[in-house]
């Protein structure tokens, strides 16, 4: 049983497309994380929510748009994807927010054309 | 939070120990040593962390200098399946404080 799951697993589009990755946790953890990792392998981390509520937000475009229906549900939405969003995209969880043992998903793997 | 410093990459021979060095010489007091890996086509996973108490668990030894400012990762007995990207992360011990992962170290387990 996947303790943190994301879906698509690969994700192939057109530039200006708008697309969603969904991912859902079941270990009863109250964050949930999304990290971008690019080309270079650079991890970074995107949003932080903690009990629906944001409490992470980088410096991203606006483009990006997390959304947490509940606890256990952490979805990213890309309006117009640009080529640079080309990338793996993360999702975690952790027990709790002031922790930083995270559990990670296997990835999203978005391609823009 | 504190930079890390880390070799790029590193081989060890099938069934030996596995010693990762990491240089955090600017950690403070309140900073944890947090180390990830990250296996080939998978998400990183947690590996172990300490304060300034030497640390053990099923997959690994942390070994953490009396002044903190470099640490060791120990996978006593390596396999191949422990061929990753290894990650040093320095992390304050506050709510909402992040992970920032550097370019880690390579590790590539020979047979």
């Known amino acids: 049983d996947t303790a943190v799951s994301q879906t698509p697993k690969y994700l192939v589009t057109q530039m200006g497309n708008d697309k969603s990755i969904k991912c859902e946790q079941n270990?009863?953890?109250?964050?949930m994380y999304w990290y971008k990792q690019d080309s270079k392998k650079f991890l970074k981390i995107m949003f932080s929510?903690?009990?629906?509520?944001?409490?992470i937000n980088e410096t991203v475009p606006n483009r990006f748009s997390p959304k947490s229906p509940d606890k256990a549900h952490l979805n990213l939405h890309i309006n117009s994807l640009e080529l640079g969003d080309s990338a793996v995209y993360f999702c975690?969880?952790?027990?709790?927010?002031?922790?930083?043992?995270?559990?990670f998903g296997e990835g999203s793997r978005l391609t823009v054309l | 939070d504190a930079k890390t410093t880390q070799p790029t990459s590193m081989d060890c021979a099938e069934g030996r120990a596995a010693n990762l060095p990491c240089n955090h010489s600017?950690?403070?007091?309140?900073?944890?040593v947090y180390w990830y890996r990250q296996i080939h086509s998978q998400g990183p996973q947690y590996i172990i962390h300490?304060?300034?108490n030497n640390e053990t668990n099923e997959m690994a030894s942390l070994i953490i200098t009396e002044d903190r400012k470099s640490s060791t990762l120990i996978l006593p007995h390596a396999t191949l399946r422990d061929t990753a990207v290894y990650y040093c992360i320095v992390r304050g011990s506050g709510s909402a404080r992040q992970l920032t992962f550097g370019s880690g170290t390579q590790l590539t387990v020979l047979p």
């Open positions: 975690a969880s952790s027990q709790r927010q002031n922790t930083g043992e995270l559990f």
């Open positions: 929510y903690n009990n629906k509520e944001l409490i």
């Open positions: 300490g304060l300034k």
């Open positions: 270990l009863g953890h109250d964050t």
């Open positions: 600017t950690i403070s007091g309140n900073e944890y």
